[in-house]
């Protein structure tokens, strides 16, 4: 797998263009990173048609193949608890970036 934290970094920059608002890795990237051959992440924020087009472009712009859960789109249930509990936030969006998408 290319450099995790490149691919991180990617990652978030194309949520943040989605709107995202929360970006959680979970999975064999956060547990196993040296065995890793995707990313797994759940994603806030990003809903309908928007959410695939997120998807779409985390696949056509990373190296690696990408699952991604919808967190705020699903009913609660074991695994989202699990990603909300075990998972890594590594993008959260505060009040500087609101702003800062607002003037857009």
């Known amino acids: ?12 920059d194309i949520a943040r263009q989605h709107g995202a608002t929360r970006l959680v890795l979970f999975g064999s990237a956060l547990d196993a990173p040296a065995r890793t051959r995707d990313l797994d992440l759940a994603v806030e924020g990003v809903s309908g048609w928007d959410f695939f087009g997120l998807v779409a472009d985390l696949e056509a712009h990373l190296p690696v193949p990408v699952d991604v859960v919808p967190l705020d789109q699903v009913r609660e249930n074991w695994f989202t608890a699990s990603i909300r509990e075990r998972g890594r936030v590594i993008f959260e969006r505060d009040t500087a970036d609101a702003l800062e998408a607002d003037d857009a």
């Open 1 to 12: 797998m290319p450099a995790l934290a490149d691919c991180l970094e990617r990652a978030i």
